[in-house]
């Protein structure tokens, strides 16, 4: 399974304030994975760093994107 259920109005918000070549995407709370692979598949010329400072969050992110394989994000 390669899908990952996502909020619109949230894709919505990042296209408005993203520039169209931003070459890195910070993500500081990402667990579980949602914006930070929409992130990645909009704009896969850029690397999108996700990271979660809590532990149990942190696995569930690792899982969804290990699960997804997108290149451009880590």
Same mark, same amino acid.
């Given at each position: 399974?390669? $899908? !990952?259920?996502?909020? #619109? $109005? !949230?894709? %919505?918000?990042? $296209? *408005? +304030?993203?520039?169209?070549? +931003?070459?890195? %995407?910070?993500?500081?709370?990402? &667990?579980?994975?949602?914006?930070?692979?929409?992130?990645?598949?909009?704009?896969?010329? *850029?690397?999108?760093? #996700?990271?979660?400072?809590?532990?149990?969050? *942190?696995?569930?992110?690792? &899982?969804?994107?290990?699960?997804?394989?997108?290149?451009? !994000?880590?």
């Amino acid at each position: 399974n390669r $899908h !990952l259920l996502f909020a #619109a $109005h !949230l894709k %919505i918000g990042a $296209h *408005a +304030v993203l520039p169209q070549k +931003v070459s890195m %995407i910070l993500d500081l709370c990402a &667990a579980p994975g949602s914006k930070s692979t929409q992130l990645a598949q909009d704009f896969s010329f *850029a690397t999108v760093v #996700a990271n979660e400072p809590d532990v149990f969050r *942190a696995g569930k992110l690792r &899982a969804n994107l290990l699960r997804l394989g997108l290149t451009n !994000l880590g």
